[in-house]
């Protein structure tokens, strides 16, 4: 298991915007389906998105959708999590997660399907 490396957290006011930056130190990213995770002060880590290794296979929880957009470079080993009105329920610290195979042609939320993860980046929405 080789970790990831997220950066881009902080603090930010109600309504802001924030981009989030996971790198991939194996260069094997390309070949993966990637998603982003997220775990707030005394509650479960819960999944917020995910894309495909190709970059399709898009998908939100619903409580992101329309202000979260997942995106990746794979020349670069790089996926981002664009946040944008944000609120202070997402205060929470954001994982990366890589897929514990690659090329997969499903979609998944559970975390046992994704074998690296980062360590996380402390995202802080004020009121």
């Known amino acids: 298991q080789v970790q990831l490396v997220e950066s881009g957290g902080g603090l930010v006011q109600a309504g802001g915007s924030l981009t989030l930056t996971c790198s991939d130190p194996?260069?094997?990213?390309?070949?993966?389906?990637m998603a982003w995770f997220r775990q707030a002060p005394g509650k479960e880590r819960k999944f917020v998105a995910h894309?495909?290794?190709?970059?399709?296979?898009?998908y939100y929880v619903d409580s992101v959708k329309g202000r979260f957009t997942i995106s990746r470079d794979n020349t670069k080993n790089t996926v981002f999590l664009q946040m944008s009105s944000l609120k202070s329920e997402d205060t929470a610290v954001y994982y990366c997660?890589?897929?514990?195979?690659?090329?997969?042609?499903?979609?998944?939320?559970?975390?046992?399907?994704?074998?690296?993860w980062g360590q996380g980046t402390q995202v802080t929405v004020s009121s």
């Open positions: 894309i495909g290794w190709r970059g399709s296979d898009k």
């Open positions: 997660a890589k897929r514990s195979r690659p090329y997969s042609t499903t979609i998944s939320s559970a975390e046992s399907e994704y074998g690296s």
């Open positions: 194996d260069r094997t990213l390309s070949m993966f389906s």
